[in-house]
């Protein structure tokens, strides 16, 4: 009895405060999103709210099990878990239903479950229990094959459900291995290659190229003591194109290729810094030229591969995979009506219920995916203010409180928790707004589904349990 | 344990980067970027226009003038709009293939930026095809047809009057935000200056819809909802027959035909001609480049735009400022052979001699004119000529001349009345006499006057000093009349000079021996009138007469000018006689007359005198 008493003492409130308030906004969202009069009832549990209502009771009650059970428990049984979860995500192959082109999902009469959410938490506490052994050393080439294993298995499993999305957030691990000792420049490169992969394909060459100018002139002005300078031969680049292109091309009525225009510019600033590098010996340019030569060179392969290699139902699968074909009514029609409903709401929003875009079906998929459409119509710019600073203020709570745990278990896996949750809210709501492509992940504790929101939930609240036991 | 500080700030930082980016984005799209609230409402509400019927016009007896018929615009929603059998929507239609593509290729274009908001397919569409359309539109997803009214005219006469309507331009749309693409405005004559009271005011009905294009429930409960409110009637103050009638005697002439009931300023009809068939400008304006391209100008209404000298008639003026300025009375004799021989001098025809104030005007003399004109200008009761000269035109402008008589007629011009400095430019300051300008005393010269001017003047010299402002249109119906027209408008001179005048435009066309429109007198109707004959350089000479009958209680002020035609006795003056007729009694005896000039052409020799020009 006592030790009951003690979890409850012990649990971080701030956190589960915020946790309440998200799947109470959420709540509401969805039932602005799909409101009518007819079912204006928000308890009716033949509409999505109504049963909404039912999945967060239950995720309530899976809060208090949680921290009732023996946090022990979660790192014995790690493996166990993490196993099942692959099993199921095995079964699911063949004994699920397939609902928007995914097979992903078990049906058990009314409901239906995605394992994949729940793989989430599984290779969370697979992970944190590898990692937090003793003798455990990053370096080690055989712990990161161990590490890619745990993280990749379940990863190609999703992938194989075609839910692509769900697949892409085990990515985001690497952002806990960064805390754990991952180098910066790994985590770094990894994430600049799969972004100049995803860019070359959906941003004119030029913008890519500028994107490249700009990283390399970052990492330059990193290395470089010299920072004033850099700066400058920086601000003087990308100024004397956009004066070129805006000011001197249209009175010299000249047309010429802007992305040979912005090469030329890079080429010559960097033979400039060449020269002075040589006189003054700087080594750090060297290597920022080796990476900017590399990374032009990756990108127009990754034109010439895309282009040439590849097979035109290959490059449908991959513009789909992004976003770029994915929408039967026009280019971009999800994201454009996306855009047009969050738009509309302006400073304050149009108020509760009395959104339009939503409730009248312009946006799709409004009470899953697309359920931060609804917050941004119908209380605006204020309202997502409030929601994208409680995601922040979650997110900074996760990893102080996995910071301040003594066990490494807990820490590794709190990163866990912060890396996936930080992956879903970012990209959810960049999708939305058009700065990332369509990838249908759900907006953790918002969105409508049981899985989801059981998975982030039991996700949350393991990690509460643990800090609430840190001191025993 | 490895306990990094570094890498959880780096951590956060990543963090609260992220929100920053996300906030970024949507303070931008939300509230800098007014673009999305626009596509968000024209994605979700449904106007619904409603077009008010254009009000109707009728004539002073409750005639009918312009009425209104159905006609339908197809209409074509997007993305609604399937696969279709384009063949057979053209035989439909009867319309090209070629000219349906392209319309369809239009429509598909706006599919992505209109989406449901509705766009023509194809304007006016006649009731008969519209009936077949009906019968067929379950083949034609996403078309339907709107009413939209037309204009119709059961006389078809006074089109430079009654104007015409046609879709509103850009321009217009700027102007007065009320219109939107689409809609119908009126145009010059009285469609234009009572497009207000006509057009009656759109009524329009928001909805708020679904994706599927299904009507949910009305926008903010109506909020912004108007009704229709229909066009209203106007009653005008021609007399359709009188017009129908006018516009006969001119038919291939080039001139005017103004009458005004003096009693009330009313104007009974307005005749340009050539003039426009109004018939010709309803709906697709398909004729309005070609009336623009005709040389004869149709467009342009000679009746009240048209500036000309007005010839004799004006002795009556000057004949009238005599005599208040006294150099002038009804005894005053002048001798004339054969017209006015000091200076350059002034030709004039064999009639008796000398003359009388009555006589002169019964024979038009010339001669007696410049006397008079002189004796006014040289008046040694003004300091110098230009005291004189001004205080002349005053006299003249009070008459209405030189200026516009301010009518409801949108297209009405001032004419022109000179100015000493115009005369200081042509001459030199100070170095013009009032033989000079002597041409001024028999109506030529810098002098320019529309027939609106005379028929106004006619109708001054009937009431004996006022005139009534002249107007088109009575009333709008269920408002009350405009009091601007129910004001005496008195000029400068006293009512005793109009005897002796008016005894001379009876003479004129009563008179015996020297009359010069004798032959145009009404059986049993006191008609008075004064001829015209204004010299033209160009080509023949213009014919105009002036009158009003009967002589006691004026019913009708009538202005003829009739360009290339001649003497004013031979063309004008029958005209204005026969209409008086007309209208006094409801028929025409002097048949030979009309046949006559009903057969008369100067549309051959207006040609011919360009040629030579």
């Known amino acids: 009895m006592r030790r009951q008493v003690n979890i409850f003492r012990q649990l971080d409130y701030t956190t589960a405060g915020i946790y309440l308030l998200l799947i109470l906004i959420g709540w509401l969202s969805i039932y602005a999103s799909v409101y009518n009069e007819e079912h204006g009832n ?29 946090h022990k428990f979660f790192s014995v049984l790690a493996y166990i878990i993490y196993g099942s979860i692959i099993l199921l995500l095995m079964l699911v192959l063949v004994a699920g239903v397939e609902v928007n082109g995914s097979r992903s999902w078990f049906a ?41 294993v745990i993280i990749l298995l379940p990863m190609a499993l999703i992938l194989l459900q075609s839910d692509t999305g769900s697949a892409l957030v085990f990515v985001s691990l690497l952002l806990m291995l960064y805390r754990e000792g991952l180098s910066g420049w790994v985590v770094s490169i990894a994430a600049f290659c799969i972004m100049l992969f995803i860019l070359s394909i959906i941003w004119e060459p030029v913008s890519v190229l500028l994107f490249i100018w700009i990283a390399c002139l970052a990492l330059y002005l990193f290395f470089n003591k010299n920072k004033y300078k850099v700066l400058l031969m920086g601000i003087a680049s990308i100024g004397s194109y956009s004066l070129i292109i805006n000011y001197l091309l249209p009175v010299l009525k000249l047309s010429i290729d802007y992305d040979y225009l912005f090469l030329g510019i890079c080429v010559i ?88 875009q939503t409730k009248y079906n312009f ?100 990690l509460l349990k643990f800090d609430a036991v840190k001191w025993e | 344990m490895n306990n990094s500080p570094y890498k959880k700030n780096i951590i956060i930082i990543a963090i609260l980067f992220c929100a920053v980016i996300l906030l970024g984005r949507l303070f931008y799209i939300q509230v800098i970027d007014t673009s999305y609230k626009i596509t968000a409402n024209n994605n979700v509400l449904r106007y619904e226009v409603q077009y008010p019927a254009r009000g109707l016009v009728f004539d002073r007896n409750g005639e009918l003038m312009v009425g209104n018929k159905t006609t339908y615009d197809i209409m074509v929603i997007p993305r609604e709009m399937k696969a279709i059998d384009t063949l057979d929507l053209c035989n439909l239609f009867d319309i090209s293939y070629t000219q349906c593509k392209s319309i369809l290729e239009n429509v598909d274009r706006k599919k992505k930026r209109q989406g449901y908001q509705a766009v023509v397919f194809l304007k006016q569409v006649p009731a008969e095809i519209y009936a077949l359309f009906q019968e067929k539109s379950f083949k034609y997803p996403g078309f339907y047809a709107q009413v939209r009214t037309l204009r119709s005219y059961p006389r078809n006469v006074a089109g430079n009057l009654l104007g015409y309507v046609t879709e509103v331009d850009t321009a217009a749309i700027r102007r007065n935000p009320y219109y939107k693409m689409g809609d119908y405005i009126g145009k010059s004559g009285i469609e234009g200056s009572y497009e207000e009271a006509l057009r009656g005011r759109k009524g329009v009905s928001i909805y708020e ?23 209203k009637d106007l009653i005008c103050t021609i007399d359709i027959k009188l017009q129908e009638y006018g516009e006969l005697l001119m038919q291939n002439k080039i001139g005017s035909i103004v009458a005004i009931d003096p009693g009330s300023g009313e104007i009974l009809a307005l005749i340009s001609a050539p003039g426009i068939d109004p018939s010709l400008l309803v709906g697709i304006n398909r004729n309005f480049q070609q009336l623009q391209m005709n040389p004869l100008r149709p467009l342009f209404t000679r009746a009240v735009m048209s500036s000309y000298p007005p010839g004799s008639v004006f002795k009556v003026a000057n004949a009238l400022i005599g005599q208040q300025e006294g150099i002038l009375t009804p005894e005053t004799r002048y001798g004339c052979a054969m017209g006015y021989k000091v200076g350059r001098g002034v030709d ?46 005053k006299y003249v402008q009070s008459f209405g001349f030189g200026s516009k008589l301010d009518t409801d007629i949108p297209q009405e011009l001032g004419g022109t009345l000179p100015t000493t400095d115009i005369y200081d430019r042509i001459h030199g300051k100070n170095k013009w006499k009032s033989l000079s300008i002597i041409s001024l005393a028999i109506g030529q010269g810098e002098i320019g006057t529309t027939p609106l001017h005379l028929a106004n003047f006619a109708a001054l010299i009937a009431n004996k000093g006022y005139y009534y402002t002249p107007h088109v249109v009575r009333n709008v119906v269920d408002e009350p009349e405009n009091p601007k027209y129910k004001e005496k408008r008195y000029c400068m001179i006293d009512p005793v000079y109009f005897e002796p005048v008016i005894d001379g435009m009876y003479l004129a066309v009563n008179g015996g021996q020297g009359a010069t429109a004798s032959w145009v007198k009404i059986p049993g109707i006191d008609m008075c009138g004064k001829t015209g004959t204004v010299q033209n350089t160009h080509g023949e000479n213009h014919s105009v007469f002036m009158s009003f009958a009967p002589r006691e209680n004026p ?4 202005a003829v000018y009739m360009e290339n035609a001649g003497w004013g006795s031979t063309w004008a003056a029958p005209v204005a006689s026969l209409l008086t007729e007309y209208y006094l009694t409801g028929e025409v005896k002097r048949k030979d007359m009309e046949d006559r000039i009903v057969a008369g052409n100067f549309m051959s020799k207006e040609s011919r005198a360009k040629k030579r020009k």
Not at chain 1, 44 to 69: A, E, H, K, P
Not at chain 1, 120 to 145: D, E, G, T, W
């Open chain 1, 42 to 70: 928000i308890f009716d549990i033949s509409q999505r709210y109504g049963m909404q209502l039912i999945w967060i009771i239950s995720s309530i009650f899976l809060t208090i099990t949680v921290l009732l059970i023996n």
């Open chain 1, 108 to 148: 058990i009469g009314q409901v239906r479950l995605q394992p994949a959410e729940l793989a989430k938490v599984a290779a969370s506490l697979a992970l944190a229990r590898f990692m937090c052994q003793y003798n455990f050393n990053l370096k080690k080439l055989q712990n990161i094959l161990m590490i890619g």
């Open chain 1, 269 to 356: 600033t960097l033979i400039v810094e060449g020269i002075i590098a040589v006189r003054k010996k700087i080594k750090s340019f060297w290597l920022i030229l080796l990476i900017f030569v590399s990374t032009v060179a990756i990108t127009s392969s990754v034109d010439y591969v895309y282009d040439h290699l590849l097979q035109q139902h290959h490059r449908n699968r991959i513009e789909e995979m992004l976003g770029i074909r994915d929408d039967p009514q026009g280019t971009g029609y999800n994201v454009n009506q996306s855009k047009i409903a969050i738009g509309s709401g302006g400073l304050t929003g149009k108020g509760f219920l009395h959104g339009t």
């Open chain 1, 363 to 462: 946006v799709p998929e409004q009470s899953t995916d697309f359920i931060f459409c609804t917050i941004g119509e119908e209380w605006g710019f204020a309202g997502v203010l409030i929601v994208i600073a409680l995601f922040a203020w979650l997110l900074v709570k996760i990893v102080e409180i996995s910071e301040r745990q003594r066990d490494a278990f807990a820490r590794i896996y709190g990163y866990c928790v912060a890396s996936i949750i930080g992956f879903h809210v970012f990209l959810n709501i960049a999708m939305t707004i058009g700065l990332a492509p369509v990838i249908g992940i759900p907006l953790p504790f918002i969105s409508y589904g049981g899985s989801s929101l059981w998975a982030f939930t039991i996700m949350l609240f393991i």
């Open chain 2, 209 to 231: 819809r679904d994706v599927h294009n299904q009507i949910k429930k009305s926008y903010d409960d109506g909020k912004y909802d108007t009704t229709a409110i229909a066009g």
């Open chain 2, 348 to 393: 004039c025809h064999a009639h008796p001699s000398p003359l009388d104030l009555r006589q002169s005007i019964q024979m038009s003399c010339n001669a007696y004119y410049c006397y008079v004109f002189r004796n006014l200008i040289d008046n040694p009761k003004y300091d110098n000529i230009s005291d004189a000269f001004n205080q002349w035109r």
């Open chain 2, 555 to 558: 019913k009708i002020a009538i």
